[in-house]
C-alpha cells in the first residue's frame, strides 16, 4: 500500500470537502441577502433617499403655482425678492437668491420672464443604522443551516468508521487476537486502507504470538526429554556397583542429550536474532560476517557433517557452474551459508523416509548461485508444504529424538537466504520426494 498516495486522497477529500462548504455558504449567503437584507435595505434607502431629496416648486410669471413634487409646496418667494429676479438681466438671470433653506432661480427664455424655481434644500441624512439584529441572526442561521447540510454527512463519513476501527484496536490490545476490522463493512477509501493494513498488522501479530506459544511448547518439552534422560544416567551412574565401562558408557549418553540440548537452545537463539531483523531493509541488523568464500571447501565441510550423523544415508553431490565449469567464488557470510546447506541436508535426512538417498546439488550460472537438496522421501501433502518455512512449524508432531527439532531448520534458512538477497524456494510430490532450492545472486553485498 502506497501510504503517501492514501494520505494524499484523504487530504483532497477534506479539501474538496471545504471548498463545497465555502462555495455553498457563499451561496446560501447570496440568497439570504437577496431574499431578506436587500428587501429590507433597498425599501429603507429609497425611503431615505425620498426624504433627502430636493424639494422643488415651480410658480408662473405671474405668480400661480405650476408644479411642485412635494405637498404641500415650497412658499413661493417673497414680493421683495420675486420682484428682483424678474427684472434680472444679463449675467445675473444665472443667479441665485437664498433665504435660511430657500433657494430661488429664476427662468427667462428669449429675454422673457416665465417664471420661479423655489427649491428648498433637505437636512443632512442621519447615519445609515443597517439591517436589524433579528435579520442578521436569521441570515446566519440560514447559512449555518445549509452549511451543516454538508459538513454533518462528512463528519459522519469519517467518524463513524474512525469509531468502528477503535474499537477493534481497543479489543485488540485487551488479548482478542482473532478480532479483525471486517475491512468489508468499511467504504473504499482511505479509512478502509486503514483497516486493511489493521487486519493484516493483526493477522501476523497473532501469528506471531502462536508461533511463541508453539515454541514455548516444542521447547518445553525437547528439554524435558534430555533432561530426564541425563537424570536417570547420573543417577545409575552414581550407583556404587557400577563398574567402570558402565559408567563411561552412562557418560556418553550424557554427551549425546548435552549436544542435543546445545542444538536446540543454538537454535532458538539463531531464531531470535533472524526474526529480530525482519522488517528491515537488508537486515541491516544482522551481524554479517561478509567476505569472498569459495562454495567447494563449504560443500566438503558440509558433505563430512552428513556422512558422520547420518550413516545409514547416502548423499549424491553434484557441482560445477554452467556447462561444468567450476563454481564461482561468492560474497556471502560463510558461517550463515554453511549453515543454509547443513539445515538443508538435515531436513531431508529426517524426511526421507523409506530411501537412503539425499542428493544436493549446487550450480551457478552468470545471474545466481544455486543450493539444491532433493530427499526420496514421501514428499508433503500441500497444506504441509505451504507451512514449511514458517517458524516453530512441524509437519510430524511426534517427539521421538529421531524426528527431533523445534521446527527451525527451513525458517532459518529463509532468513539467511533473505539476508543474502536471495529467495528460497520448496517442490515437493508424491512421486519425486522434496526438493528445496536456494538462490543466491552473484551480486549479494553487505
Not at 424639494?55 to 405637498?71: K, T
Not at 417673497?78 to 444665472?94: C, E, I, K, V, Y
Not at 529480530?276 to 562454495?295: F, Q
Amino acid at each position: 500500500m502506497n501510504e503517501k498516495k492514501v494520505f494524499g486522497r484523504f487530504r483532497f477529500r477534506v479539501l474538496a470537502h471545504g471548498i463545497v462548504i465555502l462555495l455553498l455558504m457563499s451561496t446560501a449567503t447570496l440568497i439570504a441577502d437577496r431574499l431578506f437584507v436587500n428587501k429590507w435595505v433597498g425599501k429603507e434607502l429609497l425611503e431615505r433617499r425620498a426624504r433627502a431629496a430636493n424639494h422643488l416648486s415651480l410658480y408662473g410669471a405671474e405668480g400661480a403655482l405650476v408644479a411642485s413634487n412635494v405637498q404641500p409646496p415650497v412658499p413661493a418667494p417673497p414680493p421683495d425678492m420675486w420682484a428682483a429676479l424678474s427684472t434680472q438681466s444679463g449675467a445675473a438671470r444665472r443667479e441665485t437668491m437664498s433665504r435660511d433653506d430657500i433657494v430661488m432661480s429664476a427662468i427667462y427664455q428669449d429675454d422673457v420672464f416665465r417664471g420661479v424655481v423655489v427649491r428648498r434644500l433637505a437636512p443632512p441624512l442621519e447615519p445609515y443604522p443597517g439591517p436589524p439584529l433579528p435579520l442578521i441572526l436569521l441570515t446566519l442561521a440560514v447559512c449555518m443551516a445549509a452549511t451543516l447540510l454538508v459538513a454533518i454527512p462528512f463528519a459522519r463519513s469519517v467518524v463513524r468508521p474512525v469509531e468502528a476501527l477503535a474499537r477493534s484496536v481497543r479489543r485488540f490490545g485487551t488479548g482478542e487476537l482473532a478480532t479483525r476490522a471486517a475491512p468489508a463493512a468499511f467504504a473504499q477509501d482511505e479509512i478502509g486502507d486503514l483497516a486493511v493494513a489493521f487486519d493484516e498488522m493483526a493477522s501476523r501479530i497473532e501469528s506471531l504470538v502462536r508461533s511463541e506459544k508453539r515454541l514455548l511448547a516444542n521447547v518445553s518439552h525437547e528439554l524435558r526429554t534430555p533432561l530426564a534422560r541425563i537424570r536417570v544416567v547420573l543417577e545409575l551412574a552414581s550407583d556404587s556397583d557400577s563398574d567402570g565401562a558402565r559408567i563411561r558408557s552412562y557418560l556418553s549418553e550424557i554427551a549425546v542429550d548435552l549436544a542435543e540440548l546445545e542444538g536446540l537452545v543454538d537454535e532458538v537463539l539463531a531464531t531470535a536474532r533472524l526474526d529480530a531483523a525482519k522488517g528491515r531493509v537488508g537486515h541491516a541488523d544482522l551481524p554479517m560476517r561478509w567476505t569472498i568464500a569459495s562454495l567447494g571447501p563449504l560443500v566438503d565441510k558440509s558433505r563430512a557433517r552428513f556422512a558422520s550423523l547420518y550413516p545409514e544415508h547416502e548423499l549424491d553431490v553434484v557441482i560445477g557452474g554452467t556447462d561444468g565449469a567450476e563454481l564461482p567464488d561468492l560474497r556471502c557470510d560463510p558461517s550463515l551459508l554453511r549453515r543454509v546447506i547443513d539445515n538443508l541436508l538435515d531436513n531431508a535426512a529426517k524426511h526421507a523416509k523409506g530411501s537412503p538417498h539425499v542428493a544436493l546439488e549446487v550450480s551457478a550460472d552468470d545471474d545466481e548461485v544455486r543450493i539444491v537438496v532433493t530427499d526420496g522421501g514421501p514428499g508433503m501433502a500441500p497444506e504441509v508444504a505451504a507451512r514449511a518455512f514458517d517458524a516453530f512449524y512441524r509437519a510430524d508432531e511426534s517427539r521421538d529424538r529421531r524426528n527431533g527439532g523445534a521446527g527451525l531448520g527451513l525458517s532459518i534458512v529463509r532468513s539467511i537466504v533473505e539476508a543474502h538477497g536471495g529467495k528460497v524456494e520448496l517442490d515437493s510430490s508424491r512421486e519425486r520426494g522434496t526438493s528445496v532450492t536456494a538462490r543466491f545472486p552473484r551480486n549479494a553485498s553487505g
